[in-house]
């Protein structure tokens, strides 16, 4: 029940970006164009857990129509504890850099290996076929209970597990362990009238947004850097392009575009890395 004293309780809210989105006027991240704007498109890996020993690029550079082509040659190296543009290196900021594209080794199937940036979309395509990488597959796991165990492959050698107890001696694809206890566990299963135990499982679960992954970068002569991105935080895209491409934080700029739908989805750094990387070595603006 709403009372005539309230101001907002009970009222009728306008829907200020109603009418942009209706006769579509609102400006999506697929929306954004700028004049001499790239194509940029991303090869993946068809491997879940495999070495790169090479990466052959020069086919697809030499191209015609292509503007830039970027591999984890073209990143900073950066390790735990080394000064960055937004303080030292931590642990998230190296196994950040390996996630959004690939270093050493190719960490799930469809990881990002190289992008290239080239005047249209077939031509973009073409080049990804042209790149020539050498994998060496490694064995790998797709259930969590078996990625834990001892034995297991290891996807990140230098990965250490922090508990209660401090951090282990040896690698592990367990990165934390926590335990919280309440009550008698032992007791109560005793006591119970009936237990049922079972294990249940399910492909992963895309977010479900409507609206597609779609992001611009210019890298300007100046230095400065735009990005237009469909993010759910602009300051923390920000502040992970500074620290993961060496990029003074105050000559970054992330313009939000509108978001069709999310849920989590869109808050870490994705396509935004690759295009001002692109952009950087194209000398123009690149769309991912």
């Not at 990625?147 to 592990?172: C, I, N, V, W």
């Not at 109560?188 to 135990?197: L, R, T």
């Not at 100046?222 to 993961?244: H, P």
Request: aromatic residues 6%.
């Amino acid at each position: 029940m709403t009372s005539g004293k309230h101001r907002v309780i009970g009222k009728d809210t306008p829907k200020t970006d109603g009418i942009d989105k209706v006769t579509g006027r609102a400006i999506f991240g697929a929306d954004v164009y700028l004049p001499g704007m790239q194509v940029g498109k991303v090869l993946r890996s068809p491997h879940a857990h495999a070495v790169i020993n090479s990466i052959d690029t020069q086919k697809a550079e030499t191209l015609p129509g292509v503007k830039a082509v970027v591999t984890s040659a073209d990143l900073p190296a950066l390790s735990p504890g080394d000064p960055g543009r937004q303080g030292a290196i931590t642990d998230r900021d190296f196994y950040l850099t390996r996630e959004f594209l690939a270093r050493e080794k190719a960490l799930f199937h469809g990881h990002a290996v190289a992008a290239v940036a080239a005047i249209d979309e077939s031509i973009a395509e073409e080049a990804l076929g042209l790149i020539n990488v050498e994998y060496e597959v490694l064995p790998h796991v797709l259930e969590p209970e078996v990625a834990m165990k001892g034995d297991a492959p290891l996807l990140h050698e230098t990965l250490y597990t922090r508990s209660q107890r401090g951090t282990s001696d040896e690698a592990s694809n367990l990165a934390e362990h926590w335990e919280l206890n309440r009550g008698d566990i032992e007791r109560g299963f005793a006591e119970a009238d009936s237990i049922v135990e079972d294990s249940f499982s399910t492909q992963v679960v895309h977010h479900g947004y409507v609206e597609p992954d779609s992001e611009t970068a210019y890298a300007h002569p100046d230095g400065t850097v735009e990005v237009w991105a469909n993010t759910q935080s602009i300051y923390s895209t920000r502040s992970d392009i500074a620290q993961l491409l060496d990029i003074p934080l105050g000559d970054i700029t992330v313009n939000p575009t509108e978001l069709g739908g999310a849920f989590g989805g869109k808050e870490t750094l994705r396509a935004s890395g690759l295009c001002v990387l692109l952009s950087k070595k194209a000398l123009l603006p690149v769309q991912v």
